[in-house]
């Protein structure tokens, strides 16, 4: 594994007055999954296109193994590229549409045979090879366009999106299947998403795209546990975002206020003053006020005025004070109703918070890992 | 087959103004439709049945007159003349076509509206007065002669009208937005990200166009080829006009012979058979301009 595989130095893309990407730097190591991240109009797509070669930066280097193909044509990349919406050929047949990469290096026709038998297989779409495109069911043309983009067996697979267009049930069916088919394949894949939950269940790593700039880049869990922005803290899964006072106390141990209440941390901040707190919805424990509860120390004492089931799971709104908590959870026999009084306890070691500012130094989350917890 | 579709067509406009109760079983709509197939009946049907039924009938009943024409030499010179430069006129109006097309799908908006206003804008002038612009600007005393006589690059006129050249010229000047149109419209459906995502997957800019591209753009094509291979065959107006009576053609044959040689066997004989291929073509290819249904993009 070689950590310069494909180096994006300082890239910048403006349309006009817009800023498509800012400053955007990142290393894709050799054989992962990358998910690129963020909202629509993030600029993942942009930032795909220009490692696709369909677009330049107006700023910046991309190096595949040390080597500037900023301005390399997109045909001299061997980069495979999934568009989204699949972009097949709707002139030529499922095998045409797989045998174009290999037709057009004017491959011998025996090995092209063999080839695309070899990865129509790989995707278990041999039975449709004869197909156009349009009949085609949207899985179909999805592996189909997959099939398309491995055949000439490229350095990098670009993925667009390639489940927006697909139902959720089909979804997870098709995200265990690409993660099978990443590992038996090996090639790097660089996956673009809207949906944070495809890109934690998929991604080696994430890299958190904002407004056309690079939020946070790390593992799902660290990007999950401990998020750099707040942007990071609501995009990635459920969150209870508290304004809080960070303060060290007289051994050396974190707290914070919010709310009247001193909440002990397990985590070591980097400064005091007031900060983010951030506690995900399942790290807080909910005990009805009158049964006994564990973890009295410092417990904070709320009413519940709303409740959502989800089947596995149910959401529960509690109110403390002026301000309101999410809670998740998992399994409850008799589950609170409004206007029931609960005690709420915090896991210290789910505890986050990122400064007022919103701007926490790169180093400052990189060098936690061991709050992953 | 062109009645049904004008009452069914006169049908649908007629239906989407006036939604008017029937009055004593005729409504308005059916009045209108009545109205158009008489116009119909009176100003094509009549005078082309009248033609069809002279070519059988003058000079003597029978079908002579077309044995006499599949032996006629100078019939058929003017119809190998008029297929060459029908076939020269569709080769280029396509060609330009395509490309002019081409530089539309790739313009940006604005240069798009005022490049489509160009295309459009020669349909609204009158073929009399292009074809006399034409005569200005080529005859041998005319504006492109002098200019190149001043600068030296001829030392004697050369005839750009009353031939093969100033004949094809007009026409694939006159047809070029009937080829343009199709061919862009098509075009516009083409999926612009296709050719990138080739080149992406390694082909050339070359294969891309040739293998991605071109193929489908196909259907805008063949119906520009259609259409532009109908009007060729009927041409009258430019031929005449810049063909100065050495290039005649068979529309021109044919009216000479109704007004001049007054040889009105040969005229309804050839114009018979002329409505024959026609429709023939129309008929086996029409379905090429139905564009508008054609395969959707996937
Ligand atoms: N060709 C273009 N011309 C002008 N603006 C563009 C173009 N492509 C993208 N943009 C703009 O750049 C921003 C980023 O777009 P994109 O990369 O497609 O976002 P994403 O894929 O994350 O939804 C958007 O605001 C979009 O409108
Ligand atoms: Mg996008």
Redesign the pocket.
């Known amino acids: 594994m070689s950590s310069s595989f494909l180096t994006i130095d300082s890239i910048c893309k403006r349309?006009?007055l817009?800023r498509?990407l800012e400053a955007v730097s990142l290393d894709v190591t050799q054989g992962e999954f990358l998910t690129l991240l963020?909202?629509?109009?993030?600029?993942?797509?942009?930032?795909l296109a220009i490692l696709a070669g369909f677009a330049e930066p107006d700023q910046g280097i991309v190096r595949l193994n040390g080597r500037d193909i900023t301005r390399l044509a997109p045909e001299a990349r061997r980069f495979g590229v999934v568009p989204q919406g699949y972009g097949l050929f709707p002139h030529l047949t499922v095998y045409e549409n797989i045998a174009f990469p290999l037709r057009v290096r004017r491959s011998r026709s025996a090995s092209i045979n063999g080839r695309v038998r070899q990865v129509m297989e790989l995707l278990q779409i041999g039975s449709v090879k004869s197909r156009l495109p349009r009949e085609l069911s949207g899985g179909q043309q999805q592996r189909v366009a997959l099939a398309r983009a491995l055949s000439f067996e490229p350095d990098l697979l670009l993925l667009?999106e390639p489940m927006s267009a697909l139902d959720a049930l089909l979804r997870r069916d098709l995200q265990a299947e690409l993660v099978r088919l990443h590992r038996q394949v090996g090639t790097t894949f660089v996956y673009?998403t809207?949906d944070q939950q495809e890109a934690l269940a998929l991604s080696d790593r994430i890299v958190v795209?904002n407004h056309?700039r690079i939020e946070q880049i790390g593992t799902p869990r660290s990007i999950y546990a401990q998020p750099a922005t707040r942007f990071v803290a609501n995009f990635l899964g459920k969150n209870n975002l508290l304004q809080a006072t960070a303060a060290i106390g007289p051994l050396g141990r974190l707290h914070f206020h919010w709310n009247g209440h001193r909440i002990a941390a397990g985590v070591t901040a980097p400064f005091e003053g007031p900060c983010s707190l951030t506690i995900r919805p399942e790290a807080i424990v909910l005990t009805k006020v009158g049964h006994s509860s564990q973890g009295t120390k410092d417990r904070i004492l709320g009413t519940v005025v709303n409740h959502t089931f989800h089947g596995a799971s149910a959401d529960v709104i509690v109110a403390v004070g002026h301000e309101s908590l999410t809670v998740t959870l998992t399994a409850a026999a008799s589950p609170p109703v409004p206007g029931d009084e609960v005690w709420l306890a915090f896991d210290a070691e789910r505890l986050w918070c990122l400064p007022e500012a919103d701007t926490i130094s790169p180093a400052a989350s990189a060098t936690s890992p061991e709050l992953a917890a | 087959m062109i009645l049904p579709s004008a009452i069914a067509l006169g049908r649908e406009f007629a239906g989407a103004r006036f939604q008017i109760a029937p009055v004593r079983g005729l409504s308005v709509q059916d009045g209108l439709v009545i109205g158009s197939v008489l116009v119909l009946i009176a100003c094509y049907l009549l005078p082309l049945g009248a033609v069809v039924a002279l070519s059988f009938l003058v000079p003597v009943p029978g079908i002579g007159n077309y044995w006499s024409i599949f032996q006629n030499a100078t019939v058929h010179a003017v119809v190998g003349k008029t297929l060459w430069i029908s076939s020269l006129t569709v080769g280029l109006t396509l060609l330009l076509g395509y490309i002019t097309a081409y530089a539309l799908v790739q313009a940006g908006p604005v240069a798009r509206k005022l490049m489509l206003a160009g295309v459009l804008l020669p349909l609204w002038i009158s073929v009399l007065v292009r074809n006399y612009a034409w005569i200005a600007l080529l005859s041998p005393g005319g504006i492109v002669n002098s200019i190149l006589i001043r600068w030296g690059w001829l030392d004697q006129p050369v005839s750009l009208v009353r031939n093969s050249f100033g004949v094809v010229l007009g026409m694939v000047h006159y047809m070029l937005p009937y080829a343009i149109l199709p061919i862009y419209a098509q075009m516009a459906r083409i999926d612009s990200t296709l050719p990138h995502l080739a080149r992406s997957l390694g082909a050339s800019p070359r294969q891309a166009f040739i293998r991605v591209f071109l193929p489908l753009s196909r259907p805008g094509l063949a119906a520009a080829a259609f259409l532009t291979s109908i009007m060729s065959l009927g041409f009258y107006l430019t031929p005449a006009m810049l063909g100065g009576g050495k290039t005649v053609m068979v529309a021109e044959f044919i009216s000479i012979q109704v007004t001049e040689t007054l040889r009105w066997d040969i005229a309804t004989t050839l114009s018979t058979l002329l409505l024959l291929v026609t429709g023939a073509l129309v008929w086996r290819f029409s379905h090429l301009l139905e564009l508008a249904t054609a395969k959707p993009k996937t």
């Open positions: 349309y006009g817009l498509a963020g909202p629509s109009g993030s600029g993942k797509s942009t930032l667009d673009v809207h795209l056309g």
